[in-house]
């Protein structure tokens, strides 16, 4: 992984699988990478699954994810939506 949404493989893959199955969308698993757009790239995504994504996120890691840290940039990349989680759990 490159850039700024570097993160450890294995809070990727931990994201990646609460993604997937939050959006239900296992068909696919095989061809989502760091770089792959969330926000406007699948219809499954949408305000009530953003909701439900947060939910599962806070729940699997452990952590706290105040409103105000909802950005829309969070959710533009499944990499940059994992190194705001590793953010989170350090």
Same mark, same amino acid.
């Given at each position: ?43 499954? @995504? ?5 909701v ?10 452990g ?11 969070v959710? @533009? ?8 989680v590793?953010?989170?759990?350090r």
């Amino acid at each position: 992984m490159t850039g700024s949404t570097e993160v450890s493989q294995g809070i990727f893959e931990d994201v990646k699988s609460v993604v997937v199955a939050t959006l239900a969308i296992e068909d696919q698993a095989a061809d989502l990478g760091p770089e792959t757009g969330l926000y406007g790239n699948f219809a499954e @995504l949408d305000s009530l699954a953003v909701v439900r994504l947060i939910v599962a996120l806070q729940k699997r890691f452990g952590i706290h994810i105040e409103v105000r840290e909802i950005l829309g940039d969070v959710f @533009l990349t499944l990499g940059g939506l994992a190194a705001f989680v590793e953010s989170k759990v350090r």
